[in-house]
C-alpha cells in the first residue's frame, strides 16, 4: 500500500509539473505576401468552444495591443486571458510589416484595407488547420473593427463578428471629428477637411498642402491606405452582414464615441449591442471624467479590461 501511494503521488507530481511546463501562449503563423504573418495562439483553458482572431487596431498596435506612440495597455493579451478562462481560444496578431510580421512586406506604410482583408483570410484558414475549428470568431477593434466588416462577405468560414469600439462613421468623418473636438486644432480643421475630401474622392494630396502639423496624418506614404479606408462606410458594411454580430462600446471612449456604436446598430437591428459606460477606448474602466484619467489607462497594463467585456463576448459566442 505504502509503496503504491508513493507511486501515485510520484504520477501527481509529474502530472502538475508537466501543467506547469505547458505555455500558456504558443507561436503561430500564417502566409503572408513575402514572408510569414506572426500570431500567438491562446489555448482554452479546459474544453474549446470556439476560436478567435484578434485584429488590432490603427498604427503601430502589435499583438498584445500595445503602441509606441500611445503606451502599454496589454488590452489584446488581457482579452486572451480572460477568454481563455470562458473556453475559448484565440490568435493576436502582428500586422504585415510590423513587429513580428515585419518581413512579410518591405514598407508597412504602404497598405490597404483590402491587403488586412487578404491577412484575414490567411490567418482563418491558418488557426482552423492548426486549431481544428469548423469557423472562426473574428474580433476587430477600432480599425481592426472596419477590417472585420469588410471581411465579412469575402473571408470564408467566419462564424461571427465582434466589434470593439469600431466607428460607425467613414473614417474621413471619424478624423474630422477627432479634430473639431480639441479646440487646439481649430486653425487645422479647415485644411484637413480639404484633404479628407480629396482622399475620400481616392486622390492624393500634395505635400505642401498640408501644414505641419498634419503631415504626419496624411503623410504621402500612408495616402494610399487612407483612400483605401475613407471609401468605406461601415455602417453600409454592417447592413450587408448576415453574420451574427455583436457592437461593444465604451461610454468614456474619447476616439469612437456611443452614436458610433449605435449609428452600426442601426443599421444592422440583429446586431447585439453592449455599452460599457465607464470603458475608454482600450477597454478599460476610467474613474474620472478628465483625458488624463483617461489617457493614463492607455499606459497602464495593469489596469484590469472593463468589467463585463469578457462575460459579454463570450456570452454572445456561446448563444
Request: hydrophobic share 40%; with cysteine.
Amino acid at each position: 500500500m505504502y509503496r503504491s501511494t508513493l507511486l501515485t503521488a510520484g504520477a501527481i507530481a509529474l502530472s502538475v509539473s508537466a501543467m506547469a511546463n505547458t505555455p500558456i501562449d504558443v507561436p503561430i503563423s500564417a502566409p503572408g505576401p513575402e514572408a510569414p504573418l506572426s500570431g500567438t495562439l491562446r489555448k482554452a483553458d479546459g474544453k474549446q468552444i470556439a476560436v478567435a482572431l484578434i485584429i488590432p487596431g490603427s498604427g503601430p498596435t502589435d499583438r498584445d495591443g500595445n503602441n509606441p506612440l500611445v503606451g502599454n495597455s496589454d488590452t489584446y493579451r488581457l482579452l486572451a486571458a480572460g477568454l481563455a478562462k470562458q473556453g475559448i481560444s484565440s490568435v493576436r496578431i502582428d500586422k504585415r510589416g510590423m513587429f513580428g510580421s515585419r518581413s512579410a512586406v518591405p514598407d508597412p506604410n504602404a497598405v490597404t484595407i483590402p491587403d488586412y482583408v487578404n491577412d484575414t483570410a490567411s490567418w482563418v484558414a491558418a488557426i482552423r488547420a492548426q486549431t481544428g475549428a469548423p469557423c472562426v470568431w473574428v474580433i476587430g477593434h477600432s480599425e481592426g473593427g472596419l477590417v472585420a466588416l469588410a471581411s465579412a462577405s469575402q473571408v470564408e468560414d467566419v462564424c461571427g463578428l465582434v466589434l470593439l469600439a469600431t466607428g460607425g462613421r467613414p473614417f474621413g468623418e471619424v478624423i474630422s471629428g477627432q479634430l473639431r473636438g480639441n479646440p487646439a486644432n481649430a486653425a487645422l480643421v479647415e485644411p484637413a477637411e480639404r484633404a479628407i475630401n480629396e482622399l475620400t474622392a481616392g486622390r492624393r494630396v500634395a505635400p505642401d498642402a498640408l501644414p505641419g502639423p498634419l503631415m504626419q496624418l496624411f503623410h504621402p506614404a500612408v495616402q494610399g491606405y487612407l483612400i483605401s479606408a475613407m471609401s468605406l462606410d461601415p455602417a453600409k458594411l454592417i447592413a450587408e452582414t448576415t453574420l451574427p454580430l455583436l457592437i461593444v462600446q465604451g461610454g468614456k471612449d474619447l476616439q469612437v464615441p456611443v452614436p458610433d456604436g449605435e449609428r452600426l446598430k442601426t443599421a444592422n437591428p440583429r446586431a447585439k449591442l453592449i455599452i460599457l459606460p465607464n470603458a475608454n477606448h482600450v477597454l478599460k474602466d476610467v474613474a474620472g471624467d478628465s483625458p488624463s484619467d483617461n489617457l493614463a489607462a492607455y499606459r497602464d497594463s495593469d489596469l484590469p479590461l472593463s468589467e463585463g467585456l469578457i462575460s459579454g463576448i463570450a456570452s454572445f459566442i456561446r448563444n
